[in-house]
T-cell receptor
Framework: AQSVTQLDSHVSVSEGTPVLLRCNYS??????LFWYVQHPNKGLQLLLK??????LVKGINGFEAEFKKSETSFHLTKPSAHMSDAAEYFC???????????FGTGTRLQVFP | KAGVTQTPRYLIKTRGQQVTLSCSPI?????VSWYQQTPGQGLQFLFE???????NKGNFPGRFSGRQFSNSRSEMNVSTLELGDSALYLC??????????????FGPGTRLTVL
């Protein structure tokens, strides 16, 4: 069965410092992995996705993630946090052959001025 | 291109009532999925429709049902509402949804409160 584990429920950073949100996955197959962001009272927006092409995936708003099969990880990073990055971030794996998404428990990112 | 739209955005119902939520996918998208988001259980898959057929289903009781119309618009229905059904219900659409790699685009959600 597919699953993802987000290792931190909360992450706090200062504006202008790097962001690291950690995600480990479990999959019997070559997984499709996604990061989504949810701002308060909003729906989910796709940041980036990995589908077995390049292991370093670049997304929107300066975010990127690296797929590491040896570590079963798909951590999300950004070199410099902005106040507008404060939101909930979800690491997601898709069920192979279907459109069913399996979500992690989320990481709330706080950005302090 | 317009995004995924969901109506209504907010609903307040009482226990025992039923409710219908609506989702209009992005034009050209044929797959519509529904998710429930609660503080306790997080985001959970309800079901997915493609070409008017339910193709996948999550682990929810039969009180939760849905359908899809020929124009790909979808509705979900919850009967005999319980307090625990209070949640944000999110709809997502994708082109075909058969590979697991299709990007799903989410609507803003319907916030259901059951009193």
């Amino acid at each position: 069965a597919q699953s993802v584990t987000q290792l931190d429920s909360h992450v706090s950073v200062s504006e202008g410092t790097p962001v690291l949100l950690r995600c480990n996955y479990s999959s019997s197959y070559s997984p499709s992995l996604f990061w989504y962001v949810q701002h308060p009272n909003k729906g989910l927006q796709l940041l980036l996705k990995y589908t077995s092409a390049a292991t370093l995936v670049k997304g929107i708003n300066g975010f990127e993630a690296e797929f590491k099969k040896s570590e079963t990880s798909f951590h999300l990073t950004k070199p410099s946090a902005h106040m507008s990055d404060a939101a909930e971030y979800f690491c997601v794996v898709s069920d192979p052959g279907t459109d069913k998404l399996i979500f992690g428990t989320g990481t709330r990112l706080q950005v302090f001025p | 291109k317009a995004g995924v739209t969901q109506t209504p955005r907010y609903l307040i119902k009482t226990r025992g009532q039923q409710v219908t939520l609506s989702c209009s996918p992005i034009s050209g998208h044929r797959s519509v999925s529904w998710y429930q988001q609660t503080p306790g259980q997080g985001l959970q898959f309800l079901f997915e429709y493609f070409s008017e057929t339910q193709r996948n289903k999550g682990n929810f009781p039969g009180r939760f049902s849905g359908r899809q119309f020929s124009n790909s618009r979808s509705e979900m229905n919850v009967s005999t509402l319980e307090l625990g059904d209070s949640a944000l219900y999110l709809c997502a659409s994708s082109l075909a949804g058969t590979s697991g790699t299709d990007t799903q685009y989410f609507g803003p959600g319907t916030r259901l409160t059951v009193l």
